[in-house]
């Protein structure tokens, strides 16, 4: 089971993580640039910092030598910075991924955020011992090729076959997007910025109002 992060596991969990994309970039390129009118939700952060800078007047080719650069310092920041974040867990996220665990069931992240903010994150909302293994925001450059090597991971580390049920939960268009480019099912719940009517535009295979209301039954876990 996959799971995306902001939204979906934790939310509202403050403006440390733009703070953070934002230092990095002034700090790497010598630009002040701003998240300020982009609209994070959904995205990796590299298309963040790709978007933001492109704003402040970087071409293309300066933002990807900066990239690692950016990259790098904006994950010490975050983890050195990050605050409690346990009362910030969505509505039944902790019991669904305690039930999981309880049935074996492998869990990891997809996810737009750099590999250690979002496991840093997962740590400081106690969730950390649930999840197993994850694709993040530098591994790739869109959603649905972080899905692809998510499955492929859990391939390799033998924990799920070709017929295993693989699905993704998230709460964004993005992630309903994602898990249908990869032919898994997606469970949306409406936990983040989308409501319940723009995520149902997109047909996801389940629609949900919060965690608690996980489709157990269905899924036949």
């Known amino acids: 089971m996959l799971f995306d992060i902001d939204g979906t596991l934790v939310r509202r969990a403050g403006p440390l993580h733009r703070q953070v994309l934002e230092e990095a970039a002034a700090a790497v390129t010598g630009v002040a640039a701003t998240t300020a009118n982009i609209p994070t939700q959904g995205?990796?952060?590299?298309?963040?910092?790709?978007?933001?800078?492109?704003?402040?007047?970087?071409?293309?080719?300066?933002?990807?030598?900066?990239?690692?650069?950016?990259?790098?310092?904006?994950?010490?920041?975050?983890?050195?910075?990050?605050?409690?974040?346990?009362?910030?867990?969505?509505?039944?996220?902790?019991?669904?991924?305690?039930?999981?665990?309880?049935?074996?069931?492998?869990?990891?992240?997809?996810?737009?955020?750099?590999?250690?903010?979002?496991?840093?994150?997962?740590e400081s909302a106690g969730l950390r011992q649930y999840l197993h293994f994850g694709a993040f925001a530098e591994q790739g450059d869109e959603r649905r090729k972080l899905v692809g090597q998510a499955v492929r991971e859990a391939r390799r580390a033998g924990w799920i076959t070709r017929q295993s049920?693989?699905?993704?939960?998230?709460?964004?268009?993005?992630?309903?997007?994602?898990?249908?480019?990869?032919?898994?099912?997606?469970?949306?719940?409406?936990?983040?910025?989308?409501t319940a009517a723009e995520l149902r535009k997109l047909n996801p295979d389940y629609l949900i109002e919060d965690l608690r209301s996980f489709p157990w039954q269905e899924l036949s876990l």
């Open 43 to 122: 995205m990796l952060d590299g298309q963040i910092l790709t978007l933001m800078l492109r704003e402040a007047g970087l071409s293309r080719a300066a933002i990807g030598r900066a990239m690692p650069a950016m990259m790098e310092m904006a994950q010490e920041l975050y983890v050195a910075r990050c605050p409690d974040l346990r009362k910030k867990v969505c509505p039944g996220a902790r019991s669904v991924l305690h039930r999981l665990a309880r049935k074996r069931v492998r869990t990891g992240l997809v996810t737009g955020n750099l590999s250690r903010i979002g496991w840093q994150k997962m």
């Open 165 to 194: 049920l693989v699905a993704l939960v998230g709460d964004h268009e993005n992630d309903i997007l994602a898990a249908q480019a990869n032919g898994i099912p997606v469970i949306s719940v409406a936990t983040g910025v989308s």
